[in-house]
Nanobody, 115 residues
Framework: QVQLVESGGGLVQAGGSLRLSCAAS????????MAWYCQAPGKQRELIADITNDGGTNYADSVKGRFTISRDNAKNTVYLQMNSLKPEDTGVYYCYVQTVWTTYWGQGTQVTVSS
């Protein structure tokens, strides 16, 4: 089992920045990929960015150049640095972890960007 605890969401004005964190505990040695998803109001949950255990990254086109995903394997933590935030970035952000056997989701953290 892997447990995920997210933090860092909040309310910010357009153009501002936020940093999300997701700390994993439990059977962390089995973790391969860590990612962030966003579910905007009335929409499906979508991949924002992911990072493999060797540092390979992938971003949604909508956030390229504005968001940066990183991870600290020693702390079993994944981060999402969000800059130049736009109102359309508003949503619940979920941490996602893929292990050798299964996947896990965090509880979600709300990000609201006001115009």
């Amino acid at each position: 089992q892997v447990q995920l605890v997210e933090s860092g969401g909040g309310l910010v004005q357009a153009g501002g920045s936020l940093r999300l964190s997701c700390a994993a505990s439990g059977r962390t040695s089995s973790i391969h990929t860590m990612a962030w998803y966003c579910q905007a109001p009335g929409k499906q949950r979508e991949l924002i960015a992911d990072i493999t255990n060797d540092g390979g990254t992938n971003y949604a086109d909508s956030v390229k150049g504005r968001f940066t995903i990183s991870r600290d394997n020693a702390k079993n933590t994944v981060y999402l640095q969000m800059n130049s935030l736009k109102p359309e970035d508003t949503g619940v952000y979920y941490c996602y972890v893929q292990t050798v056997w299964t996947t896990y989701w965090g509880q979600g953290t709300q990000v609201t960007v006001s115009s």
